[in-house]
């Protein structure tokens, strides 16, 4: 930084292509980030996505001209360097260059008899092209008018469609789901299912904590002694038939101190007569104590259990809780718990328990099928809740938390509006990100490291007292530009939201009968593939058919119907992508059976869609100043109760009802520190005569050779103040003595 405090501005580039330093061949590059904000320039607020571009300018070395190596049809040798979907690099600095730039190339083109291959490059929002997938979960619709639930508004939220849409890409907040998960629940901003389906929720789900107190990013909390409950359906029944166990698996921080610490995880078992069966694993903090039970209650507490007292389970931090449920030959339930303490840099190794079997006839169960799977917790942060088949406990921080195994690759601000039932949508994952930015007064962008980050509106819904730069016209400042206007005041605010709270529901089904019965050989899988309305709910994995209930389906021992199979033999999965369904069908015994009809339950809105309301917000001062100057913000149905749309328009109408001075382009002598987002002061001694704080909105850079120009777009941060008008006599907007 010694550079930059005295003045130097001769910089030093590094471009790098497919992992080939190229930085001597590259005569011109230009680099703009800017978050596609629609709010009105003079708003003391911004949102929305910030896509970088990175533009080069590529000259040919060895007497051999660019053309020639980098065009579209150069040998693959040198030509594949620069191809589209490359890897492309770039880092800049006064002194030391630093990263500035990672992403991919877009384009080139190669203009033959010149020394020039002109290069277009995107960051990381390249990799959420792919069309938009979310899933639409049976109980954030069922609001008590179906099933004995009334599901949270805390079903999902926008934080926790990002984060879905963001892991589907590669792109990852926590660890991400095994190859073999059959359920992962992020619960990284709403308790949806991204593998699976959400099935029930209890207690109070709206605390959500970050930073430090969240082993990830995001994390779902509650203070009381009720604690939070989810109940899932797992995407694959897995079955207790011999060949493979289930493993189930969530990571808590437990700093604080509460009444009660603990975290419960738990499966429901179906068998051939239709009864459920209990098994779950309860790690309690406080105490130091790991619990296992298995028996035919609900309630764990009064089944058949076993306890170890373990007394490192004491020590605040953040722990992988997790357990392996495996079956003896007789149904006994085996069970065998596996906890780590993570410390970030450590060897995390994990301690695992003694297995213990269940040999009360109480505690067995006859062969049968996972039906349900859920997290219970208190006074702990919970995230990434997983269950998976697997064929032995883990043993290794390799085998357990995945020590090594994944990246890191995306930051979350906590969620602050909550999502009941997902709209309509359309386009890309960024397309929808970006939609889900601009609505919710939140930013998302690649940084230049190429981390992905995510911030809600609260980064500027408090006005700033410090700046982690200041640019001034004594050296910094190359031009300045301020502007006022009254038509980027806004002090009557409405915001529209969707009212799901009288919303009736309605079951849909999809029935299948083969007149065959389909043969399933043993061993093997057979899929059927269906299409359902693109409105409906996501259906459940089906339970083998003995009575009513949610989605069932039937298999027979001969294809004409007659006879039963062996319980417990067959794993059915149900994937939904889109408006296609596939049912796959796992045979685990060593006979054939017949695959004879399937009826999938799904959910649909009973008549009438949500109703629109407006939640509005005014600044009498403001208006008394400026007259009234409305503004209509259309959330597309993403915000859906009134206290957040009250929010938003608060938010809007505080930022709004005095409107901050435009700062235009601001031409800077170049400084690497400066990025998206960040707070700059702002002096300037010989033009405007101001001293301002204004968040970074839009950087460009650009250079031909060493020199490097930079102009920033800024928003101020700071009010003038409202207008006070001494001593002044406004004339009235009507002339005194008009004729009518």
Wanted: glycine fraction near 10%; proline fraction near 6%; hydrophobic fraction near 40%.
């Amino acid at each position: 930084m010694a550079a930059l405090a005295g003045g130097q501005r001769t910089a030093a580039h590094i471009t790098r292509l497919a992992g080939r330093d190229l930085s001597a061949q590259v005569s011109a590059w230009s680099l703009d980030r800017a978050y596609a904000t629609d709010l009105p320039g003079a708003m003391r607020a911004f949102g929305g996505s910030s896509s970088a571009q990175l533009d080069l300018t590529i000259k040919g070395t060895g007497g051999v001209p660019a053309p020639a190596l980098y065009g579209p049809w150069a040998p693959h040798a040198t030509a594949d360097i620069v191809r589209p979907s490359q890897s492309v690099t770039h880092a800049w600095g006064v002194g030391s260059a630093l990263d500035t730039f990672r992403g991919t190339v877009r384009s080139r083109s190669a203009e033959s008899g010149t020394d020039e291959v002109r290069i277009s490059a995107l960051d990381g929002a390249e990799r959420l092209r792919q069309p938009a997938r979310i899933p639409r979960p049976e109980g954030g619709l069922r609001l008590g008018s179906q099933g004995p639930y009334t599901i949270s508004r805390w079903a999902a939220s926008p934080v926790w469609v990002v984060d879905h849409l963001l892991r589907n890409a590669g792109i990852h907040t926590a660890p991400p789901p095994r190859s073999t998960s059959v359920l992962y629940a992020s619960l990284h901003g709403g308790a949806a299912a991204s593998i699976g389906s959400l099935d029930s929720l209890s207690g109070n789900w709206s605390g959500w904590y970050g930073g430090q107190w969240a082993p990830f990013d995001v994390a779902v909390h509650s203070t009381s002694t009720q604690g939070v409950t989810a109940v899932y359906h797992p995407e694959t029944k897995v079955t207790t038939h011999a060949q493979s166990g289930t493993y189930l698996e969530a990571y808590v921080n437990t700093l604080g101190d509460y009444a009660a610490q603990d975290v419960t995880l738990g499966t429901v078992l179906i068998n051939p007569a239709g009864g459920l069966h209990y098994v779950h694993m309860r790690a309690d903090f406080l105490a130091g104590t790991v619990r296992v039970s298995s028996g035919p209650n609900e309630s764990a507490d009064v089944n058949g259990s076993a306890t170890w007292n373990w007394s490192p389970l004491t020590t605040k931090g953040n722990w992988h809780v997790s357990v392996y449920l495996g079956w003896d030959s007789g149904g006994a339930p085996v069970m065998t718990p596996v906890l780590t303490r993570i410390v970030p840099g450590g060897a995390n190794n994990p301690s695992v328990f003694s297995s213990y079997t269940f040999t009360a006839s109480g505690a067995k169960t006859p062969l049968s099928s996972v039906t349900r799977v859920s997290i219970a917790h208190r006074g702990v942060r919970a995230a990434a809740f997983q269950v998976s088949r697997m064929n032995a406990a883990p043993t290794t921080a390799a085998t357990t938390h995945r020590t090594g195994q994944w990246t890191k690759g995306a930051t979350l601000d906590i969620p602050a509006f909550p999502v009941r039932a997902m709209p309509s949508y359309s386009g890309s994952a960024w397309d929808v990100i970006s939609e889900l930015a601009k609505v919710t007064l939140s930013t998302a962008e690649f940084d230049h490291q190429g981390v992905f980050r995510w911030r809600n509106l609260t980064r500027w819904q408090t006005e700033p007292t410090t700046a982690q730069h200041t640019v001034t016209s004594t050296r910094e400042l190359g031009s300045l530009t301020v502007t006022e206007e009254i038509d980027s005041c806004r002090n009557a605010v409405s915001v529209a939201w969707q009212n799901w709270e009288g919303v009736r529901t309605k079951v849909q089904n999809y029935i299948e009968e083969p007149t065959t019965g389909v043969a399933l050989p043993a061993g093997t899988t057979v899929t059927r593939t269906f299409f359902i309305d693109e409105t409906w709910t996501d259906p459940v994995a089906p339970d083998i058919a003995v009575g009513g209930g949610d989605s069932r389906i039937r298999f027979t021992t001969t294809a004409t119907g007659t006879g039963s199979p062996i319980w417990g033999s067959v794993e059915v999965g149900v994937r939904r992508d889109g408006g296609i369904v596939t049912l796959s069908m796992t045979n685990r015994s060593g006979t054939t059976c017949y695959y004879r009809a399937v009826n999938l339950l799904c959910l649909a809105v009973d008549g009438e869609g949500p109703a629109t309301a407006l939640a509005t917000a005014s600044h009498a001062t403001s208006q008394a100043r400026f007259g009234v100057q409305a503004y209509e913000h259309n959330p597309g149905g993403w915000i859906q109760d009134r206290d957040s749309a009250l929010e938003l328009a608060n938010a809007l109408r505080d930022a709004g009802a005095m409107p901050i001075p435009v700062l235009g382009s601001v031409e800077v002598l170049a400084d690497q520190r400066i990025e998206l987002g960040d707070v700059v002061r702002l002096v300037d001694s010989t033009g405007a005569a101001l001293d301002t704080l204004a968040w970074v909105v839009g950087i460009r850079l650009s250079a031909e050779g060493p020199a490097v120009r930079q102009v920033l777009t800024l928003r101020g941060a700071k009010s003038p103040g409202f207008p006070t008008d001494t001593g002044l006599t406004p004339d009235p907007p009507m002339a005194p003595g008009a004729v009518l």
